[in-house]
């Protein structure tokens, strides 16, 4: 007997599916994730680090992670296995190093909040709740949290998603600074600071520094052509000055979402955010850089100065300015930012993004988390239970009393299953390759759709090969089934572009492994 090689197909997508979706049980890798670090803390942690050992102790859970620290005295420093590298912190006061850990979760196939559970977010702004609502709805998109719901609730703003490690990240405040520094030479008396199409004079005594006839000290701040500047510090033949250009305001829009890469040479993680600046920005830039002295260096020319970029305070770059900005209006550029961990880096990356399309986050406080309990996991398991158990019992029913088939009609309702299984192994992978889709009741009703679909047209596809019965429409050439098949995959499509695309995603994939493999392997069997 020939084997159908659409049955040798499917064999190889249930062994797939089977290793994506049981594979992460078997070999899962231990260890929690830093979700806090106490100010007082003197640790070489942060935020988002996964710790796998203690003191020489695996840990699997947050339970192991605290029981490993109970018997370490104050000022002692404990080793740590952190992100498969070295780590470690030391004791502040006995069993306690003011680090916060959550467990990590394996690439096993994450459920909806609904059905899996998760976390409740009590947060309480200082300001236009509607607001945040809105910022946290849209960083959470760019952060690519799973799944997550934020509602208001009095002044208070309720944010449940799977995991508490998904919140502290968005409450950031993304605050982008760019700024450019330039030092003005003052050996010989008096310098001169070039704004724009004026010169200022800039003096030296002490440390008080005379610039256009106005006395300032380290650390202040003045403006000059509408540009604010700050004097970052003072040696004995120069001032370094600091001109902001433009923050957050000031970004139009993201171009893309720009580049990641890993930089040998210098061995830094760097990352590149492409953006549209506003034309007084542009300007800001002009005034600077118009008639900043310029050096020579390897055949290309540079301003004498630097171009910096701040993420939260914390500058992420320091580069060299092309004097080809300072001969026109810029109003496209990138931040850039440079890491030695690549973790640092790709959180940065996203919060330059965040920052530059929501804003500055204003500051919002966590009252607490409460874990939340799943409504409805009880009555998901249940109805997807009784749902294929009834598509499995009609289909059995039909073929046994219509078509005296009923080996053919278990078979048919084994492959069924069998597409359910295969999707659900597809879901794993898409899982742990992007980690953006979870089983929620989305999906749920996404296998139920096909599932229903799949039953109907077989049963049609065994009318029209055993009873020769086609049950054409509109007195045209297109069978029942025909038809179904456009309205259905019409229904997936549409669904993939609207608020419910991964139940539409979900069918799709049910439908197209039906049409593909099941349908053609009963056909032949009828």
């Not at 070295?86 to 850990?101: A, S």
């Not at 002490?206 to 006839?213: K, R």
Request: with cysteine.
């Amino acid at each position: 007997m020939k084997v159908d090689a659409r049955l040798f197909i499917l064999v190889l997508l249930l062994l797939a599916s089977t290793y994506f979706i049981a594979s992460p049980y078997i070999s899962r890798s231990g260890g929690v994730f830093v979700s806090a670090i106490a100010e007082e803390g003197r640790c070489t942690l942060k935020v988002g680090d996964v710790i796998s050992s203690v003191g020489g102790h695996q840990v699997q859970t947050k339970e192991d992670f605290y029981m490993s620290l109970k018997d370490f005295k104050k000022g002692e420093y404990v080793a740590m296995v952190v992100n498969n590298g070295p780590g470690g912190c030391n004791v502040l006061e006995d069993g306690y190093i003011g680090v916060n850990v959550s467990d990590a979760h394996a690439k096993r196939l994450m459920f909806g909040i609904d059905i899996q559970g998760g976390v409740t977010a009590v947060l309480s702004p200082t300001e236009n709740p509607e607001r945040i609502v809105k910022i946290l709805e849209r960083r959470a998109a760019i952060f690519g949290i799973p799944e997550f719901r934020v509602s208001l609730n009095d002044s208070n703003i309720i944010f449940t998603t799977l995991s508490e490690t998904y919140v502290r990240p968005l409450l950031e405040p993304c605050k982008i600074e760019t700024t450019i520094i330039e030092a003005v030479d003052t050996s010989v008396g008096t310098g001169y600071l070039p704004v724009g199409e004026g010169v200022y004079p800039v003096e030296l005594e002490n440390e008080t520094i005379t610039v256009s006839n106005k006395s300032y000290k380290i650390n202040e701040s003045f403006n000059l052509d509408g540009i604010e500047f700050k004097i970052r510090n003072v040696t004995n033949s120069s001032v370094v000055f600091e001109a902001k250009v433009f923050d957050n305001k000031d970004v139009l829009r993201v171009l893309s979402t720009g580049t990641f890469q890993y930089d040998a040479v210098r061995k830094v993680y760097e990352f590149t955010v492409p953006v549209e600046i506003s034309s007084d920005a542009s300007e800001k830039f002009y005034k600077v850089l118009k008639n900043a002295p310029t050096f020579a260096i390897a055949g290309r020319t540079y301003v004498e100065g630097f171009l910096v970029y701040y993420l939260d305070g914390k500058a992420v770059s320091q580069l060299n300015i092309p004097s080809d900005l300072a001969s026109q209006n810029v109003s496209q550029l990138s931040i850039v930012g440079f890491s030695e961990s690549m973790s640092e880096a790709t959180t940065n990356k996203v919060k330059v993004i965040a920052g530059s399309e929501t804003g500055i986050l204003p500051n919002v406080e966590i009252l607490g988390f409460e874990k939340y309990e799943p409504e409805l996991k009880d009555f998901s398991v249940f109805l997807v239970a009784i749902f294929l158990a009834t598509c499995m019992f009609v289909l059995s029913l039909i073929f046994g009393v219509r078509y005296r088939k009923i080996i053919v009609g278990l078979f048919v309702a084994v492959l069924l299953l069998a597409n359910v299984f295969v999707v659900l192994g597809a879901v794993a992978f898409v899982q742990q390759v992007f980690g953006a889709w979870v089983i929620g009741m989305q999906t749920i009703l996404g296998i139920l759709f096909f599932t229903l679909a799949g039953t109907v047209q077989i049963t049609l596809n065994a009318e029209a090969t055993l009873r020769k019965k086609y049950f054409m429409l509109f007195g045209g050439k297109a069978s029942a089934n025909s038809l179904l098949d456009i309205l259905v995959f019409s229904v997936c499509f549409l669904l993939i572009f609207t608020s419910f695309r991964f139940a539409g995603l979900t069918a799709l994939i049910g439908l197209l492994i039906n049409y593909a493999l099941i349908r053609p392997i009963c056909t032949k069997m009828f």
